[in-house]
C-alpha cells in the first residue's frame, strides 16, 4: 500500500508562483510513474503532469505546457510541480498519483494511487 502526503498549496496572486511536493511511503518509490492531477469545482479530475521513475520521461497538458515543471527526488521518494506563471483557471485541488503503468497516470490513474488533495487558488 503506497501513501502519498502533498504539501505546498496555498492563495496566490496571478503571476505568482507556487512549488507542490508529494512524498511518498510504503512502496518502491524509484519503481512509481508519478503525476499530478487537478479537479476544479464541477469538473472531472484532470492530469497536469506526469514523470516516469527515472524522470526522464514527462508528460504535461497543453494548458499548463511552458509553465509548470514537474520533477523527482527518488533518494526522497518525493516528486515536485513548480508552477510559474499562475492563471486564475489553475485554481483546483491538486492530487498527487502513482501508478506502475505509464498510460495510466497521463490519462485517468486506474489502478493508481491518490494523495489526500492539496488547495491552491489563483486569485485575478
Known amino acids: 500500500q503506497v501513501q502519498l502526503v502533498e504539501s505546498g498549496g496555498g492563495l496566490v496572486q496571478a503571476g505568482g508562483s507556487l512549488r507542490l511536493s508529494c512524498t511518498a511511503s510504503g512502496g518502491i518509490f524509484s519503481s512509481y510513474c508519478m503525476g499530478w492531477f487537478r479537479q476544479a469545482p464541477g469538473k472531472e479530475r484532470q492530469v497536469v503532469a506526469a514523470?516516469?521513475?527515472?524522470?526522464?520521461?514527462?508528460y504535461y497538458a497543453d494548458s499548463v505546457k511552458g509553465r509548470f515543471t514537474i520533477s523527482r527526488d527518488n533518494a526522497k521518494n518525493t516528486v515536485y510541480l513548480q508552477m510559474n506563471s499562475l492563471k486564475p483557471e489553475d485554481t483546483a485541488v491538486y492530487y498527487c498519483?502513482?501508478?506502475?503503468?505509464?498510460?495510466?497516470?497521463?490519462?485517468?490513474?486506474?489502478?493508481?494511487?491518490w494523495g489526500q488533495g492539496t488547495q491552491v487558488t489563483v486569485s485575478s
Open positions: 514523470a516516469t521513475w527515472s524522470g526522464g520521461r514527462t
Open positions: 498519483a502513482s501508478n506502475t503503468v505509464w498510460p495510466r497516470i497521463t490519462t485517468t490513474n486506474d489502478g493508481g494511487y
